[in-house]
């Protein structure tokens, strides 16, 4: 399985971003596709996550109400939809995915840098 993330950028305060991950490959044994934050020398910080067959979005307390995450089904593609973003969101953002059974995320795509300036 492959994840490739892009759609990083900079925005003013205040202003929104879409992120992209198109995974690709073995995706039949995959159970959820996730979204995580890290600065350099900073543990990884969840952000936001679903199951691949049924949806289920599932958000950390920071993001709630603003990042809303979906999936296209015929694109294999699943997109975070970042609004209202503030400065303290400014990070590198990685999409990932967890296979069936498993509690970690074991496939892991390039990080892609959101700033917001303020």
């Known amino acids: 399985v492959q994840l490739q993330a892009s759609g990083g950028g900079l925005v003013t305060a205040g202003g929104s971003l879409r992120l992209s991950c198109v995974v690709s490959?073995?995706?039949?044994?995959?159970?959820?596709v996730g979204w995580f934050r890290r600065s350099r020398g900073t543990e990884r910080k969840f952000v936001a996550t679903l199951t691949w067959s049924a949806g289920n979005p599932q958000y950390a307390d920071s993001v709630k109400g603003r990042f809303f995450i979906s999936r296209d089904n015929a694109e294999n593609t699943v997109y975070l939809q970042m609004n209202s973003l503030k400065p303290e969101d400014t990070d590198v953002y990685y999409c990932?995915?967890?296979?069936?059974?498993?509690?970690?995320?074991?496939?892991w795509g390039q990080g892609t840098l959101v700033t917001v300036s303020s």
């Open positions: 490959g073995r995706t039949s044994n995959l159970y959820a």
């Open positions: 990932a995915a967890k296979r069936m059974f498993s509690a970690d995320y074991f496939y």
